[in-house]
């Protein structure tokens, strides 16, 4: 018995030490959708007042270089790359932010595929996307709401 209340206290202290990795969309006057691996956090939002999308990948360990591209691979039965020149780094390096007026592509990758690769030239982040098509329609019915 002893044996057991010992393994459950080290399981839910595990478990309290893990970050969460449910992708979760909110909605608002802002839409957000998160995701957090042991490597990144990863944060789209969309702001109808300007309106624009953001994705913003921060890593937990080493920052980002700068580099000429940032990309995205999108692994699964949908599988997309995209790029663009048009990315920024900011918190010393440790996030990659991107911003535009569409994200179709974007949504598409992670709401039908199964794994991203988002990449520079020095270096990939992969993130899982178990889970993530339910929020990521959550998300898109959260802005399709701004679009009148």
């Keep these: 018995m002893a044996t057991l209340a010992l393994m459950r206290t080290a399981l839910f202290l595990t478990l309290l ?44 360990s080493a920052p980002w270089q700068p580099t000429p591209w940032f990309a995205m691979r999108f692994i ?17 390096g440790h996030t990659l932010n991107v911003a535009d007026s569409g994200f179709d592509n974007v949504l598409d990758g992670l709401q039908f595929n199964t794994m991203a690769l988002a990449f520079t030239e020095a270096k990939t982040v992969t993130i899982p996307l178990k889970g993530a098509a339910p929020e990521v329609q959550k998300f ?9």
């Design 17 to 60: 030490a893990s970050p969460a990795s449910a992708w979760e969309a909110t909605t608002g006057k802002i839409c957000t959708l998160t995701h957090e691996t042991a490597d990144a956090h990863i944060h789209l939002t969309y702001d109808p007042s300007k309106p624009l999308y953001t994705l913003a990948i921060t890593q937990t």
């Design 76 to 92: 699964g039965p949908n599988e997309i790359i995209i790029s663009t020149p048009q990315h920024a780094l900011t918190n010393n």
């Design 140 to 148: 898109r019915d959260c802005t399709a709401a701004y679009l009148y």
